[in-house]
């Protein structure tokens, strides 16, 4: 099979769409203001709109991964934005891991 640049796949196409909402929801949570005094509970109590944005980058991540990884495996995707796509996602999730260690556990 001959390896392409787009998606053929629908659900290759998909996890496109959610890596670029990733990206989106990432520049967003960015630029708006926190508060980061607190630790713990305090600080998802004190930044709802943060912690609210860093859940959804966190299920796009997740949708982005399987949905990426289920059309390489069961439909044979050979496209290198969805191999960009997996590896996207899989860092938003390690990303919010070490948020959450960073928060609880400091």
Do not use: C, H
């Amino acid at each position: 099979m001959k390896i392409t640049l787009l998606p053929k796949t629908k659900l290759g196409k998909l996890s496109l769409i959610m890596m670029v909402s990733s990206w989106i929801l990432f520049v967003v949570g960015s630029v708006l203001p926190w508060k980061p005094d607190y630790s713990g509970l305090e600080i998802i109590i004190q930044n709802p709109l943060q912690t609210i944005i860093t859940v959804l980058i966190f299920a796009a991540g997740s949708i982005t991964a399987i949905t990426g990884l289920m059309s390489v495996i069961k439909y044979n995707e050979r496209s290198i934005l969805v191999f960009l796509a997996i590896l996207s996602g899989l860092y938003s999730m390690l990303g919010f891991f070490g948020s959450i260690v960073t928060i609880f556990l400091s």
